[in-house]
């Protein structure tokens, strides 16, 4: 059969849930799939014997649309492991140790994260993380970047450093200067608030045993025998008011609908004829990738924890901004330990630049400073290979320029024809995580079944 009621590209979160959602009503649906698998950026790999959560990983109490799928899904959760100590390098290169989510800085320092912390919750409370361009303070905030904003609120650099920390390298993996305070606000607001930025037990609460990509693979095996075709990426698409044709390299289909989910940036390098508005194709130029280099680091034991150490570390002055104990507690008689670190933006230029062997040096130190001499002789080294990979090129999402949001944001959602988009990447809340996939993926499923 080549004729469907509509057809999904991509066999992510957000299409498989549009897929599961429209089969569930009795709609005939076929989802396309560039890749030889399903999940998009949740992969959940065995490398050379070690389970790998390669993308997505962790779940955090606001994402009620995941936990609710996990729950239908009857997939179990445990938490992050986050016993025992944390450690904080400062400006001054002193290593520190803490309890909690307060970095030991000084007092003044403390007072003045403190207070951008709670500014940056009072912009977030007005904000409807569907509309950011629609905040009161809209057109300001997108035309300053996050780090000039910052500048403009204290004169303090590390209390600077450090809430810069929670948007540029953790989250939208961007440098600070090159995106809009409008942004790090929809970021805050699309996880319920700055002050759960802030907390890295929130953000980083639990793992899903097994691992996340079970939530896409459950989904996919849900769906009838040849729903799902893998290895077939869409080229072109032909479209008019009453339906469109898809091709791949494989066949042509033909759809009432066809739902394109996958990240922006993917949008455009399928052909339209004819071409998509103007207004989609400006825009779709202003949304870009960041980058992060996402390390899997697995060592005999988990020898941190008898120094006293959760494994949670962060520094904004590292080049490991931040990393965790990532052992696979849900795995029978697992007794190595793993760590999970970040190497963001224009570190992790830096750092792509040089030989793998460097590479491998550079981050063991890194680890070695958080952690002591032991980081330096791991078992097993494993860096995420997701800017290498044309189905993603960048990682975690894609986020605007400084000044789109508010110029081309009510864009995003907007069906053109008989065509839909959806991602993670244009949610409201659970912007950039799975939760907001998913929830991308239910409001199309909602809007072409009314
Ligand atoms: P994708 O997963 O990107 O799926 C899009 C699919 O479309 C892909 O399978 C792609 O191959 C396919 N495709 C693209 N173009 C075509 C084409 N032309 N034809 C056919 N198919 C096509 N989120 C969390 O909630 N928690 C985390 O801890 C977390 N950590 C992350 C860590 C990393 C390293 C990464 C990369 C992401 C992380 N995320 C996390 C984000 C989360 O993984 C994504 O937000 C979510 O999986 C995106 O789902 P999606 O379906 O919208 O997009």
Do not use: C
Not at 58 to 75: K, M
Not at 79 to 104: C, H, L, N, Q, W
Not at 218 to 227: D, E, M
Not at 360 to 381: D, I
């Amino acid at each position: 059969m080549t004729d469907f009621d509509v057809v999904v590209v991509g066999a992510g979160v957000t299409g498989l849930t549009v897929a599961n959602r429209l089969h569930a009503a009795g709609r005939s649906v076929l989802v396309l799939e560039a890749r030889d698998r399903v999940g998009g950026r949740l992969l959940t790999e065995d490398v050379e014997g070690v389970r790998l959560e390669v993308g997505g990983q962790w779940v955090s109490p606001d994402q009620t649309a995941l936990l609710a799928l996990i729950d239908e899904l009857g997939l179990e959760m445990y938490p992050r492991y986050r016993a025992g100590d944390s450690v904080y390098i400062g400006r001054d290169g002193v290593r520190r140790t803490f309890e909690g989510e307060k970095f030991p800085v000084s007092e003044t320092t403390a007072a003045e994260v403190d207070r951008l912390v709670e500014e940056l919750d009072r912009l977030a409370a007005q904000m409807d993380p569907l509309s950011p361009w629609e905040h009161p303070d809209a057109e300001v905030l997108d035309r300053i970047s996050f780090a000039a904003w910052l500048a403009g609120q204290t004169d303090d650099p590390e209390a600077r450093d450090n809430v810069a920390l929670y948007v540029g390298p953790a989250m939208l993996t961007k440098p600070a200067h090159s995106f809009s305070a409008l942004s790090a606000v929809l970021m805050a607001a699309s996880a319920g608030g700055f002050s759960h930025l802030v907390d890295a037990d929130f953000i980083l609460d639990r793992r899903v045993v097994g691992g996340l990509q079970r939530v896409p693979l459950a989904l996919a095996s849900r769906l009838p025998a040849g729903t799902v075709h893998l290895d077939e990426a869409v080229t072109k698409i032909e479209w008019a008011d009453e339906g469109a044709t898809v091709f791949t390299g494989r066949g042509s289909y033909h759809g009432r609908n066809v739902v394109l989910a996958v990240p922006p940036t993917l949008v455009s390098r399928v052909q339209y004829i004819p071409a998509l508005p103007p207004v989609q194709a400006q825009m779709r130029q202003h949304i870009s990738f960041g980058l992060v280099i996402k390390l899997h680091i697995t060592y005999e034991t988990p020898f941190w924890r008898d120094l006293g150490l959760s494994g949670t570390a962060f520094s904004p002055y590292s080049l490991v901004h931040e990393a965790y104990d990532n052992t696979n507690e849900d795995v029978e008689g697992e007794t190595r330990g793993t760590l999970v670190g970040f190497v963001s933006d224009v570190k992790a230029d830096s750092l792509l630049a040089l030989t793998p062997e460097e590479r491998r040096s550079r981050v063991l130190e890194a680890l070695a400073a958080y952690y002591g001499e032991q980081a330096l002789t791991p078992v097993h080294y494993y860096e995420s290979p997701w800017m290498a990979d044309e189905w993603t090129v960048g990682a975690f999402g894609t986020s605007f320029d400084i000044g789109s949001l508010t110029r081309y944001g009510r864009h995003l959602r907007a069906d053109v024809g008989p065509l839909a988009f959806a991602s993670s990447d244009i949610a409201g809340l659970g912007f950039q995580h799975v939760d907001g996939a998913i929830r991308m993926g239910e409001a199309v499923a909602a809007r072409i079944l009314a």
